[in-house]
């Protein structure tokens, strides 16, 4: 029994490929970087798989991800069940981040979105938010963008792929080559 199919694996190294040569990764790690180094924060968020990476992200950022450093400032919104749950139950699920952006974000800050399908309600607001406060403003998505391109976004990384479970490895790839690139850069690559 054939337990990997090779087509998936080559159909994800030419998306990696594809990846390390999109000038919208560097341009995503810039901005994280830019925040963080001028004493703003991430605000991280997803739904469903993307929120498990939005929160693996933001743990990479405050603790460590190679290295032992000062620890950086990054919130998953999608963590605080308290809140998801307040606002999903009082107003609509659609606003749960856009609220929490709008109590956290400052202009200095960040908002991350990851959306699989580019299409996610709530996280469009949510970023509709964040440029409405002044933050930057980074998605990450599948080959569906229009949503985002309405928003605007300041810049999307978007995967050549419809296929959720491909557009979500491609995305951990992503977020693991940001924490790595901020950590170093930050740190200047030493150990403490």
């Not at 609220?99 to 959306?115: I, K, Y």
Request: some cysteine.
């Amino acid at each position: 029994m054939k337990l990997i199919d090779g087509e998936r694996i080559t159909q994800r190294s030419r998306l990696l490929a594809r990846l390390n040569e999109d000038p919208c990764v560097a341009q995503a790690i810039a901005a994280l970087y830019k925040a963080l180094r001028e004493g703003g924060k991430v605000l991280v968020f997803g739904n469903g798989g993307s929120a498990t990476q939005a929160s693996h992200f933001a743990a990479e950022l405050v603790n460590k991800f190679y290295i032992r450093r000062p620890a950086l400032p990054a919130l998953a919104l999608n963590a605080d069940t308290a809140s998801l749950t307040s606002i999903a139950n009082d107003d609509d699920f659609v606003r749960v981040f856009a609220r929490q952006v709008e109590a956290f974000g400052c202009p200095q800050d960040v908002a991350l979105g990851l959306t699989t399908s580019g299409r996610s309600a709530n996280v469009l607001q949510a970023l509709t938010k964040a440029r409405e406060i002044g933050m930057a403003t980074v998605a990450l998505a599948g080959r569906w963008g229009d949503g985002l391109r309405a928003v605007p976004v300041d810049v999307l990384v978007s995967v050549d792929s419809d296929d959720t479970p491909t557009v979500q490895e491609m995305h951990l790839f992503v977020l693991h080559a940001m924490a790595g690139a901020i950590e170093k850069n930050l740190s200047g690559g030493n150990d403490a």
